[in-house]
């Protein structure tokens, strides 16, 4: 089958370039030729050095758009395009046999546990590969990091005309305020970042934004909710910080959902938690469902994924460029490589 190229991060701060044998053909698995390679928060992170269940070296890249080579079960075409769901699940132990796939025991997420997206060709489990149905590369790129939000958003159980919280404007948040609108929530979008905060307001058209920096949280939710404080928190940053001053936004019977990811541990007062009778729940990953849900939102068009592109690069240039994407003033929201 020959060599591909392969972009590796060797350790936190270098990728490099390298060749590896295009993968053989294995029956129950399916070749894919990679078209589009989404760049996100776990990849960031890893460069960085920063992220949790995590070793090197490691082919980065979860969020992807493909070309079927060959599927050795015939579900699947040659030059059929595709998208995947990343997270290689045991299907054997309690988690998956609940259908919570996302969690199993024993996953293997692709880019994080497992080599992922980073190359030319890739070869994944065909009961993992998602048909287009008519999206395009780069929709089906998005389609992972809005499961995250969507699955987040089911977690949470939104009702209608709730008040929803979403903490943080990085992608996986944006994504969170578009499946919040859709469930019915009343969105308010927290950051400290300016632009993004634009961004929910114009693009998004969230309902409320709150700057952490310039403005009073406490005072500002209590004046937008009318006094109730928010049904439901749902923190997209990752930030300690963040996730310990979210206890206090709560009103009575909240929910409050953590999709964000840090290494530290979660501190709160028992008593004001206990009072309220709250609810705080992890989210990870998604489910087929969840990326079913995405798909089907995009091709309705209540999301616009052309909105979160900002940056692009060819597969070549993603090495010179990746810390780049790490400097705020750059205003990345999603880079999106291009392998074709």
């Known amino acids: 089958m020959g060599t591909m190229k392969v972009l590796v991060c060797d350790k936190p701060g270098e990728l490099l370039y390298t060749t590896r044998p295009i993968p053989q053909p294995e029956k129950g698995y399916t070749l894919l030729k990679i078209k589009r ?58 988690a998956c046999r609940l259908g919570k796939t996302n969690c199993c025991t024993g996953i293997q997420v692709l880019g994080v546990h497992a080599d992922g997206g980073m190359a030319e ?31 987040g958003v089911r977690r949470a159980a939104v009702v209608k005309g709730e008040y929803v919280l979403v903490i943080g404007a990085g992608p996986i948040g944006l994504g969170t305020m578009e499946f919040a609108k859709i469930a019915g929530g ?3 979008a927290l950051d400290i970042n300016p632009q993004r905060l634009v961004f929910c307001k114009e693009k998004l058209k969230v309902d409320h934004i709150i700057n952490a920096l310039t403005e009073d949280v406490t005072a500002r939710l209590y004046e937008i909710t009318g006094g109730d404080m928010p049904a439901v928190i749902i923190d997209a940053t990752g930030s300690q910080k963040a996730i310990n001053n979210a206890f206090h936004y709560m009103t009575h019977g909240a929910r409050f959902i953590l999709i964000g990811l840090q290494k530290g541990e979660i501190s709160f007062s028992h008593p004001e938690f206990h009072k309220r009778e709250a609810t705080l729940m992890s989210s990870r990953n998604a489910t087929r469902e969840d990326f079913d849900q995405v798909i089907s939102a995009i091709k309705n068009k ?22 780049s994407w790490l400097d705020p003033d750059n205003g ?8 074709d």
């Open 37 to 94: 390679i989404g760049i996100c928060g776990t990849d960031l992170h890893a460069f960085e050095g920063s992220q949790p269940y995590f070793n090197y070296p490691r082919v980065l890249g979860h969020e992807l758009a493909a070309e079927v080579v060959s599927s050795a079960e015939g579900e699947f075409k040659p030059g059929d395009l595709v998208t995947l769901i990343p997270y290689v699940n045991c299907q054997t132990c309690f």
């Open 121 to 151: 060709y890739m070869q994944v489990p065909t009961r993992l590969v998602l048909a287009a149905d008519g999206l395009s590369p780069d929709e089906l790129a998005l389609v992972e990091p809005l499961a995250i939000g969507a699955h």
């Open 186 to 188: 009343k969105v308010i």
């Open 302 to 323: 209540l999301i616009e994924p052309a909105n979160y592109i900002t940056h692009r690069v060819k597969f070549d240039n993603v090495a010179h460029n990746f810390s």
């Open 332 to 339: 990345v929201i999603k880079a999106m490589v291009e392998v």
